[in-house]
C-alpha cells in the first residue's frame, strides 16, 4: 500500500524560502510521476510542481505561478522527493500535498490536474506572512 508523509511546512515571512518533503512508501517508485499540489481556502486544489524520472533524466514541470521560485527534486535511494520553495509571497500560503501516480511505461508528460493521481498525502500547511 503506497503511503506518502508530507513535513517541513510552517511559517515563513515574505521573501523567505521554505523546503518541504514528501516520504514515500509502499513499494520501489520507478515509473512514477510525483507531483505538489496546494490548496489555499476557499480555492480548488491546484498544480505546482511534477517531477517523474526517465531514461536517466529527470522531468519537471511547474505552474506559472512558481516558475522560477520553486524547484522540485527527488532521492531515489530515500523515496523521497522536495520542494523547495525561494521568494515566498503571501499567496503561497496553503496546504501544500504531494501525490504520485504509476506511469508504468508510457512516456512522461505533464499531469497538472489532480484526478491524474492515485495516491495523497495528507498536507502540509505552508503560511506566508509578516
Known amino acids: 500500500q503506497v503511503q506518502l508523509a508530507e513535513s517541513g511546512g510552517g511559517l515563513v515571512q515574505p521573501g523567505g524560502s521554505l523546503r518541504i518533503s514528501c516520504l514515500a512508501s509502499g513499494r520501489t517508485f520507478s515509473n512514477y510521476d510525483m507531483g505538489w499540489f496546494r490548496q489555499a481556502p476557499g480555492k480548488e486544489r491546484e498544480f505546482v510542481a511534477q517531477?517523474?524520472?526517465?531514461?536517466?533524466?529527470?522531468?519537471?514541470y511547474y505552474a506559472d505561478s512558481v516558475k522560477g521560485r520553486f524547484t522540485i527534486s527527488r532521492d531515489n535511494a530515500k523515496n523521497q522527493v522536495h520542494l523547495q520553495m525561494n521568494s515566498l509571497k503571501p499567496e503561497d500560503t496553503a496546504v501544500y500535498y504531494c501525490?504520485?501516480?504509476?506511469?508504468?511505461?508510457?512516456?512522461?508528460?505533464?499531469?497538472?490536474?489532480?484526478?491524474?493521481?492515485?495516491?495523497w498525502g495528507q498536507g502540509t500547511q505552508v503560511t506566508v506572512s509578516s
Open positions: 517531477g517523474s524520472w526517465s531514461g536517466g533524466r529527470y522531468y519537471t
Open positions: 501525490a504520485v501516480t504509476w506511469r508504468a511505461y508510457q512516456s512522461v508528460s505533464k499531469k497538472g490536474s489532480a484526478y491524474e493521481y492515485d495516491y
